[in-house]
């Protein structure tokens, strides 16, 4: 089975400056890897996902994460946040043949003007 | 394309009662469907998903059932709610077979058992 680890439930950063949510991951087989932004009161979206391939991926609204097999981790970063990326983040886990996403328990972003 | 509803947006229940939480998904045919549920500090949580018509996987024992009576429609129920079952509970689809394609959401529905 896997699991995945999101060690910071909330992060506060200033507005223009850098962040990093972090996503650790535990599974036996290749993995799957997402990661989903819900704003206040909203269903979760897709920000971007890892399958296969480039291990550093793009994803909307400026957001990159990196695939780091040998650290078993999946960090979103931003090189400079807004206002509007305040919201909840969700990194979420799956492997092949699965019909279901194993999600963390989420980083809550806040954006300090 | 497609879209995802969820009714009631809100609701607030006495503890005891019964609840009948409904999902559809339009544009789109034989999805996967989930129930997922967010307590206050605990994250998503998966109750229950389905593949097809009348077949369900239960991911937690808990006092709620869902069932899926047509092939687009979701129904997450409750003979007698606890307490414990407030929270926000959000529908979400997938292609069949396509575990790696995007989930889409629903807006959800906040749930208030008093």
């Known amino acids: 089975a896997q699991s995945v680890t999101q060690l910071d439930s909330q992060v506060p950063v200033f507005e223009e400056a850098p962040v990093e949510l972090r996503c650790n991951y535990s599974s036996s087989v290749s993995v799957y890897l997402f990661w989903y932004v819900q704003y206040p009161n909203q269903g979760l979206q897709l920000l971007l996902k890892?399958?296969?391939?480039?291990?550093l991926v793009k994803g909307i609204n400026g957001f990159e994460a990196e695939f780091n097999k040998s650290q078993t981790s999946f960090h979103l970063r931003k090189p400079s946040v807004h206002i509007s990326d305040t919201a909840e983040y969700f990194c979420?886990?799956?492997?092949?043949?699965?019909?279901?996403?194993?999600f963390g328990t989420g980083t809550r972003l806040t954006i300090i003007p | 394309s497609q879209t995802i509803h969820q009714w009631p947006a809100t609701l607030v229940q006495p503890v005891g009662s019964p609840l009948s939480l409904e999902c559809t998904v339009e544009g789109t045919s034989n999805p996967n469907l989930y129930w997922y549920r967010q307590a206050a500090g605990r994250g998503l949580q998966l109750l229950f998903y389905?593949?097809?018509?009348?077949?369900i996987s239960s991911e937690v024992p808990q006092n709620l059932s869902a069932s899926r009576p047509q092939d687009r429609q979701f129904i997450l129920s409750s003979k007698k709610l606890l307490l414990s079952d407030s929270g926000f509970y959000l529908c979400?689809?997938?292609?069949?077979?396509?575990?790696?394609?995007?989930?889409?959401f629903g807006p959800g529905t906040r749930l208030t058992v008093l």
């Open positions: 389905s593949v097809g018509i009348g077949q």
């Open positions: 979400a689809w997938t292609k069949t077979g396509l575990i790696t394609d995007t989930q889409y």
């Open positions: 890892y399958l296969s391939g480039s291990t």
């Open positions: 979420a886990v799956t492997t092949f043949g699965n019909e279901k996403l194993t």
